[in-house]
Structure formats: C-alpha cells, structure tokens
C-alpha cells in the first residue's frame, strides 16, 4: 500500500528566508506526486504536481519541487517565503494508471510558520 | 477559473440523524472523490465514483455512507445514521481524466455532529 511521510509537523522560517518541506513517499510503481496547500478556512490547493519526465517541477506561488527516486522524496521548496505562505501543506501520492479511481494518499501535513 | 463547490460549508446534526453533502464537481470533470479530514488528522480518501458508480472505497465508506449523482451536476455524500466520530471536514474532489489524475479540491464542509 502507498504512504507518505512528512516528517516536520511544524516550520518556522523568517519571511524572506528559503523553505524546504520533506516529504518521502512509499509506492511500488512510478508514483504520481503531490504537493496541495491549505490555508485556514479553505480547501485543498494544487500546487505542483510530478507525473513523470524532468524531476524538477515548477508550481504555483513560486515554489518547486524536486523527484528524487532514489531516496523516495518529492520536497517542496521556496527560495523566498512570503508571509502569506502560511499555511499547511500536504504532499499526496497517487497511483499510477491501475485502473479505477486513482485515490490520493496524504502525509499528514506540514504547518508552516512565516515571523516578519 | 473553474472550481469545485460545496455546500453546506458548516453542518450540525444529532447523533443518529441522516445528512447529505452535496458538491458540484467541475463541469467537464469525469471522476469524482470524497475525502475526510478529522481534526488535527490527515486527509483520508474515503470514495471514488466514475460512470454512475464507485470505482473504489476505503475501510471508513462503511454500509452507512453511499454516494449519488442525482443529476449531471452535483455529487452528494449521504450518511445514514451520523455518529459522533463522523464529525470531520469532508472534502470533495474531481479529476478531468485518469491518465492525468490531478484532483481538485472544494472548500469543504466541516460536519458536527452533536
């Protein structure tokens, strides 16, 4: 079964400094990757994601995030953090093309802290 | 830009009552998912439905959960009889296709039940 391991449940970064958010994945195929922010009050926002091909993607807000297979990683990281990047992110993992629904399986987040 | 809408955003109920979630997935969207996030907890996939039934379902979508699409729009989540431990943020989620699984995700409804 497919998991995912975050394993800093809190961050604390000056704004202005770099992020880099861990996240380890177990799955047996080629996964699917994720990174999807939750600010308070709201939904799940897409990130980035990494289906296959360059192992350095590029999303949303100015973060990237790097497949490294050997090591079973996909961290997310941030040259310069923004206050409003406060939040919690989430890295998921789905299956490959199996069939079926394709599920997202989810760490259990990272909450990130920006002090002016 | 189009999105995922849920309503209720807020649902309070007593312990035994039948409540539905209702969701309207993207228009062109073909798959469908609900997931839950009790508090404090990770996001716990729970279903996933394409061409008018379930594709797959975690342990937690017991015989008090089910899901519909009534019609070519919404995607609601019925639970039967709600406990006390259902209370949970439930999220839906749709996806355009399955070779390219990118899911997107509603606001949510955050469940209490009482």
């Known amino acids: 079964a497919q998991s995912v391991t975050q394993p800093d449940i809190h961050i604390t970064v000056s704004e202005g400094a770099s992020l880099e958010l861990r996240c380890n994945y177990s799955y047996g195929a080629t996964p699917y990757l994720f990174w999807y922010v939750q600010s308070p009050g709201q939904g799940l926002q897409l990130l980035l994601k990494?289906?296959?091909?360059?192992?350095l993607v590029q999303g949303i807000k100015g973060f990237e995030a790097e497949f490294k297979r050997s090591q079973s990683s996909f961290n997310l990281r941030k040259p310069s953090v923004h206050w409003s990047d406060a939040a919690e992110y989430f890295c998921a993992v789905g299956e490959g093309l199996t069939g079926g629904g394709n599920k997202l399986t989810f760490g259990t987040g990272t909450q990130l802290k920006v002090e002016l | 830009e189009p999105e995922v809408t849920q309503t209720p955003s807020h649902q309070v109920t007593q312990m035994g009552q039948e409540v539905i979630l209702r969701c309207v997935p993207i228009?062109?969207?073909?798959?469908f998912y609900w997931y839950r996030q009790i508090l404090g907890q990770k996001v716990e996939f729970l279903v996933s439905?394409?061409?008018?039934?379930?594709?797959?379902k975690s342990e937690i979508f017991d015989d008090q959960f089910s899901v519909e699409r009534p019609d070519g729009s919404n995607f609601t989540l019925k639970i039967r009889s709600t406990k006390l431990e259902d209370s949970a943020m439930y999220f839906c989620a749709s996806s355009e296709s399955q070779t390219k699984n990118i899911q997107y995700f509603g606001a949510g409804t955050r469940l209490s039940v009482l």
């Open positions: 990494y289906f296959s091909g360059d192992t």
């Open positions: 228009s062109n969207h073909l798959y």
């Open positions: 439905f394409y061409n008018n039934e379930i594709s797959e």
